[in-house]
DNA sequence: AAAAGCGATGTTACCGGTAACATCGAGACA
DNA sequence: TGTCTCGATGTTACCGGTAACATCGCTTTT
């Protein structure tokens, strides 16, 4: 054990202490710390004195004095879904170049819990705050429009935006991936997705299908099951009951790759062929469907991009915001591309 | 748009607003919100006022001011990586209970990084500090011990602790996959990672391998192939590549269940049988393990427990510290289950 | 040579909370 | 009735930085 664990109490150096060890003022290491006009010399005595005493400066401090954090709140539904995960690093890699560091908050896909850590992390004076989606409690538009913080909503493109955006059309995505199996073909097209009415991208999925269902004149086949994040078992599940109440389904859309990727391990157990004797096609584009065996059709959508794009649109709406000018409000759509493969 | 948006820039509202509202000083505001003794009255007072000023305390202030803030970091090798996801969502279940949020750091597997990120961190006086691993550079151990800040290692168990830990031996496990193994009747045993000495586990898992090898008195077949974090192309590519210089390979131990999975795979498309012609083996109990076929032999390790773990003891940790108490040395070891599935 | 300009540095006040101590009024008690 | 006690509330100073302005010495301008 070395010198400083030894129970002593010692408080870390502060700025005083720097000034006075480099025999100048607090604000000359202010300065010097902020890169501005100071001599060499004085410069160097400075930075020694920092180095001696191994100072590190004080957010608080400094945020309190200039009013301007280095943070970056990031919401999430789960961290659990690598889709999410992506985006959280996109985000990271595009603000973490500019000083700033990530709040991270997890909402559970609960409205009131991403209500609840948005006041909490507010209280950090955050200079930009990732959401995902585009329902949001009134409360959470309320809190955001008041902290006058640079806002931007991904994985949507949302009808009433709070202020900025980075996403694209889940509805959408889901139609295109309908009439892609149609087009292939099939007719008798079944969709499995979750259970639970909280995962808006889930059920905006669903719309999309109900609505491409509909433009074709076709009966739909829906089976709800499990809670968000859905993972490869609820796939598996999911898929059994719907070929049980519909047994002469064609071919199934999932909401995501991984339950696609339980509903074919399901398919082959029960002895099944895919796409043979039914086509399964995903959602997400995840590593997983681009190496299995048959190769999962899905829409490819790219969250680390999103999360990147949210940042590099956050960056730059805290810089317009300090500078005084007005912000943008962009609506970024992101490409989504049907990735048709060997499981339909 | 609302009133508010309309270009005109209010201060957001100040405790000493919302004392004036109430009619009372901003020490009694204080003391509401801290939950102290106060008249039922005057809280009621306050509480309106606070409503209806929409206050939200600043948090820079309170922590300049007491000391204490709100924050524990997590640093992760890769957020792309499932496990560490799982363990940061894990940490945040511990710490968010306590009215605690998660700094969140991506080192990229870089000591370096770490080290900067420490630096950069520490300046928000975190309550607590999560580790990836073991190994840090001498500043990182330096800085963390400067700041007298409960820190907690993860995901291996340390040789030279900082302070405490929660994890498993990498070596051990993988040598115990090697046995379980070689029990099954397995000889000709090959290995396959990463090429990159920055992922420390990875490294170890291999030193296990390479260990269980000596002790069997047999030869090593070691592939190492891609940068981590370590994927199912990676895993593809090497088995690959091992089986052309190996070809008598009975047995494959791979550094992560998704390189094992993208073994399978290629194995699958050069028309060799898994187990039957070789048996594959991954390690971290991933999804897709459980569900693909042939189910995958892997290691089990709770990457969500032991994150969840890890806040446990911050938290504790950090509470020992408010009062002045000497902080706990644990060293929470972490079970590993080798699970035989049928790919071996 | 006096005034003006300018770079380098110091002084003062303040950011928005909270700890510690001061104060005040009402009921308890002698 | 006067003093003591105690709960409720106010006052003051301070946490550790930075903005804004003041100052100082030296060079440039006329």
Same mark, same amino acid.
């Given at each position: ?139 959470? $538009? ?130 099944? $062929? ?34 990147? $794009? ?35």
């Amino acid at each position: 054990m070395s010198y400083e664990d030894s129970g002593k109490t010692t408080t870390p150096p502060r700025m005083a202490d720097v000034a006075k060890l480099a025999g100048v003022s607090k604000m000359t290491v202010s300065r010097v710390l902020a890169g501005r006009d100071v001599s060499q010399r004085t410069q160097k005595l400075v930075h020694e004195a920092i180095e001696t005493l191994g100072y590190l400066p004080d957010a608080s401090a400094g945020t309190l004095a200039t009013g301007r954090s280095e943070f970056i709140v990031a919401l999430v539904p789960s961290l659990a879904s690598s889709n999410f995960a992506d985006t959280v690093r996109g985000l990271n890699d595009a603000v973490s170049g500019h000083g700033l560091c990530l709040l991270l908050g997890d909402t559970d896909y609960h409205l009131e819990q991403e209500a609840l850590l948005v006041r909490t992390l507010l209280r950090h004076r955050p200079v930009g705050v990732m959401l995902t989606g585009s329902a949001h409690l009134d409360e959470t $538009r309320r809190l955001l429009r008041q902290a006058q913080v640079p806002v931007v909503e991904t994985w949507d493109i949302p009808d009433d935006p709070i202020e900025q955006s980075v996403g694209f059309s889940n509805v959408a995505a889901a139609a295109a991936l309908y009439e892609h199996l149609h087009q292939q073909g099939y007719r008798r097209i079944g969709y499995i997705g979750g259970a639970s009415v909280l995962d808006h991208r889930g059920q905006q999925r669903q719309q999309g299908y109900l609505q491409a269902v509909a433009a074709a004149g076709a009966q739909p086949r829906v089976m709800e099951y499990g809670e968000s994040p859905i993972t490869m078992s609820h796939g598996g599940e999911s898929v059994k009951r719907l070929l049980e109440k519909w047994p002469d389904t064609e071919a199934v859309m999932c909401v995501s790759d991984l339950s696609a990727f339980g509903a074919i391990m399901e398919c082959h157990r029960q002895g099944r $062929r895919v796409p043979g004797d039914v086509a399964i096609a995903g959602f997400g584009d995840f590593e997983v469907s681009r190496y299995c065996t048959p190769t999962i059709t899905t829409v490819s959508v790219d969250p680390y991009r999103i999360g990147r $794009r949210a940042g590099e649109l956050l960056v730059a709406s805290a810089a317009a915001q300090r500078l005084g000018l007005p912000r943008a409000q962009t609506c970024d759509v992101v490409e989504f591309q049907i990735m048709a493969r060997e499981s339909t």
